[in-house]
């Protein structure tokens, strides 16, 4: 599975669980083919709720966000790192 295709299937999970509008600007940056965009801004609206899906993985996110070089070059937030494992910790259920 490639990144494009993880990325797809990791909003899909986790779109019941963000308002409207943050699923439409997730969508927004996937429909422009800014698939790594669109994976922070998924990080990112998932932090504000203090959820996570189901099926959370933490290697494969982590892994994810490894992959698509956002652990230094993040656009939306200034360190999605810090953000990711202040997510983590916040929705812990």
Same mark, same amino acid.
Not at 72 to 86: A, H, K, M, N, T
């Given at each position: 599975?490639?990144?494009? $295709?993880?990325? =797809?299937?990791?909003?899909? /999970?986790?779109?019941?669980?963000?308002?409207?509008?943050?699923?439409? $600007?997730?969508?927004?940056?996937?429909?422009?083919?800014?698939?790594?965009?669109?994976?922070?801004?998924?990080?990112? $609206?998932?932090?504000? /709720?203090?959820?996570?899906? /189901?099926?959370?993985? =933490?290697?494969?996110?982590?892994?994810?966000?490894?992959?698509?070089?956002?652990? $230094?070059? *993040?656009?939306?937030?200034?360190?999605?790192?810090?953000?990711? /494992?202040?997510?983590?910790? *916040?929705?812990?259920?």
């Amino acid at each position: 599975m490639n990144h494009e $295709e993880k990325v =797809y299937r990791l909003i899909d /999970q986790s779109k019941d669980l963000l308002a409207k509008e943050g699923i439409d $600007e997730i969508l927004h940056f996937w429909n422009h083919g800014e698939v790594e965009i669109a994976f922070e801004g998924l990080i990112v $609206e998932l932090s504000k /709720q203090s959820k996570r899906p /189901q099926c959370f993985d =933490y290697d494969e996110w982590f892994g994810l966000l490894t992959e698509l070089g956002l652990r $230094e070059d *993040s656009v939306l937030v200034g360190d999605l790192v810090e953000v990711f /494992q202040d997510w983590v910790e *916040s929705s812990r259920g």
